[in-house]
């Protein structure tokens, strides 16, 4: 089964929160991940606040073309509990 971003929420500098389609949440801080010339005009937070979800990738993206796979995004990503 293929995992696909939900939600994506800017949470402050280069951290968000990534919500996947089986129900787990995950912080993922992107400071150490922007590099090469997709990923570095994702270093002005601007850019970089402009994330959302692909409707057709199931991931996110931003305006220049610069995306994460959703399984990357898992795996590098902190959990957060859902609160009840």
């Given at each position: 089964?293929?995992?696909?971003?939900?939600?994506?929420?800017?949470?402050?500098?280069?951290?968000?929160?990534?919500?996947?389609?089986?129900?787990?949440?995950?912080?993922?801080?992107?400071?150490?991940?922007?590099?090469?010339e997709v990923f570095e005009p994702l270093r002005d937070p601007e850019m970089f606040r402009?994330?959302?979800?692909?409707?057709?990738?199931?991931?996110?993206?931003?305006?220049?073309?610069?995306?994460?796979?959703?399984?990357?995004?898992?795996?590098?990503?902190?959990?957060?509990?859902?609160?009840?």
């Amino acid at each position: 089964m293929f995992l696909h971003v939900t939600e994506v929420r800017h949470l402050g500098g280069y951290a968000l929160r990534v919500e996947f389609d089986n129900g787990a949440s995950k912080v993922v801080d992107f400071s150490g991940e922007l590099h090469g010339e997709v990923f570095e005009p994702l270093r002005d937070p601007e850019m970089f606040r402009r994330a959302a979800v692909d409707p057709e990738t199931g991931t996110v993206a931003w305006p220049n073309g610069a995306d994460f796979a959703p399984e990357f995004l898992f795996e590098i990503g902190r959990a957060v509990q859902h609160s009840a």
